[in-house]
């Protein structure tokens, strides 16, 4: 299974968010930090901030930060959140599956069992967990060097 770039940037804004929490932050700073495209960023910024994980402030000292505690952001709610489908193999979608083995087949059972597994796995971490070596992820990250 592989995510979507879509998911891929939120986790990665929030990431950026929490290990900057002492300022606000700027979607072409992110943009730049992660050097990818602040446009795809800036839908991103707007999903997370319509779901309550990052609040925006305008203005010229404006920008954005966490609106939760990193703590209290479960990493499979922010997955469930930025993903539009979950359908691992085709006849995960009962109305566009062309399957000819659909009705007799346990593939589909086992794949969403699998896909729960996943999801209850990134519902036991959250945001903190995946920030827990801020010093290093703010050199990598850039954060709070000149330039």
């Known amino acids: 299974m ?5 998911s ?5 804004v929030l990431i950026f968010l929490a290990v900057h929490r002492d300022a606000m ?3 072409d700073q992110i943009a730049r930090a992660y050097g990818i495209s602040s446009f795809h960023l800036a ?11 990052v609040e925006s402030v305008r203005g010229r000292n404006g920008g954005m930060r966490l609106a939760l505690p990193p703590e209290e952001i479960v ?7 930025s993903e539009e489908r979950f359908a691992l193999v085709e006849c995960f979608d009962p109305h566009t599956s062309e399957c000819c083995i659909q009705t007799a087949c346990g593939l589909a059972r086992v794949m969403d069992e699998a896909l ?3 999801l209850t796995v990134l519902d036991s ?3 903190a967990d995946a920030v827990r070596r801020r010093s290093t992820l703010q050199k990598l990250l850039r954060i709070g060097v000149a330039g």
């Open 25 to 27: 932050a700027t979607t």
């Open 116 to 118: 729960h597994a996943f």
């Open 2 to 6: 592989q995510l979507t770039r879509y």
């Open 8 to 12: 891929d940037y939120s986790l990665r």
């Open 43 to 53: 839908k991103v910024v707007k999903s997370l901030a319509q779901s309550g994980y």
């Open 75 to 81: 990493l499979g709610d922010v997955v469930r959140s």
């Open 125 to 127: 971490y959250t945001l």
